[in-house]
């Protein structure tokens, strides 16, 4: 009896040990397919791409280069649920979630950004104009971020929800959540594309607290003068252009004076498209999309 089970137990490894390599196969012809697609727009590669319990697919030290951009280094991407693209190749799954730990962005680009100091002059901001430089030192050589990007798509009306956030010692946490339609395959037809409700909240990070630190050390006032007037200047400046109202100005006071969460929401009446909104003069804009802060 122990022989049986013994070489039953050896037999079920041996096809879980077949199955993984046929699964790995068909993964890395997948990831290969879509590195290849991806040719025209960015350069994709990886170390590796494995399978993960409960069901992951992880790509390990994946690079993104994109013509004009710095690099994209990620340590591991994670693809909750994606395994069901190799199933229904050129739909989307129903759900997917993706996850992205440590992916880290070089800043020494900025130091080839011109020099927009008398720009910030014409506007009246030069008390807190950075260089290039100035901002290179106060944010480090560069930005890390974990990310997490999960999505809801139902086949029957074409909805489409995606919920992102993003964790950035620097840039502190962002959440945004969208609601569209007008999704029905890949890829995405933008002009198709409804917007139906959307939601941002930015919890600043450490970029904030340096940033103001620096500028009042080198105005020789106090970080809270410095916020002050930051914040009364955007307020006049948004009223001015009609595009802050009340309780923009107070969202935005709250933000940068006293570091609390900054929320908008976009509620508009009936769904909009970007292609709409790009035809619309900007003073149309909040109306339109029913921005809320």
């Given at each position: ?8 137990l050896l037999a079920l490894l041996a096809l879980a040990g077949a199955a ?274």
């Amino acid at each position: 009896m122990r022989k049986i089970l013994y070489y039953a137990l050896l037999a079920l490894l041996a096809l879980a040990g077949a199955a993984k390599a046929l699964l790995d196969y068909q993964l890395n012809r997948f990831a290969t397919q879509a590195v290849q697609q991806a040719q025209p727009y960015a350069q994709i590669s990886y170390q590796q791409v494995r399978l993960a319990l409960p069901a992951q697919v992880v790509a390990d030290a994946v690079q993104i280069q994109a013509p004009d951009f710095p690099a994209l280094q990620i340590q591991q991407v994670q693809l909750q649920k994606l395994y069901r693209f190799l199933q229904t190749p050129g739909k989307l799954p129903q759900d997917w979630h993706i996850s992205l730990t440590q992916a880290e962005l070089s800043l020494q680009p900025l130091l080839k950004l011109p020099n927009t100091q008398a720009l910030w002059q014409v506007f009246g901001y030069q008390a807190y104009y950075l260089s290039p430089a100035e901002m290179l030192q106060l944010l480090g050589q560069s930005l890390s971020a974990d990310a997490d990007l999960q999505a809801h798509w139902q086949a029957a009306n074409g909805t489409l929800t995606l919920e992102l956030q993003i964790r950035s010692p620097t840039l502190g946490t962002l959440d945004l959540q969208v609601n569209t339609s007008g999704v029905h395959s890949l890829p995405i037809q933008w002009q198709n594309l409804l917007i139906h409700t959307a939601s941002l909240t930015w919890q600043g990070g450490q970029w904030l607290p340096g940033f103001s630190n620096y500028l009042a050390q080198k105005q020789q006032i106090s970080q809270k003068k410095l916020r002050q007037d930051l914040s009364q200047k955007l307020l006049k400046d948004g009223q001015q252009s009609g595009f802050l109202d009340a309780q923009a100005q107070t969202a935005l006071s709250r933000f940068i004076q006293d570091a609390q969460p900054l929320k908008i929401q976009l509620q508009p009446t009936n769904p909009f498209s970007l292609q709409e909104l790009s035809r619309l003069p900007p003073q149309q804009w909040l109306t339109r999309t029913g921005l809320r802060w």
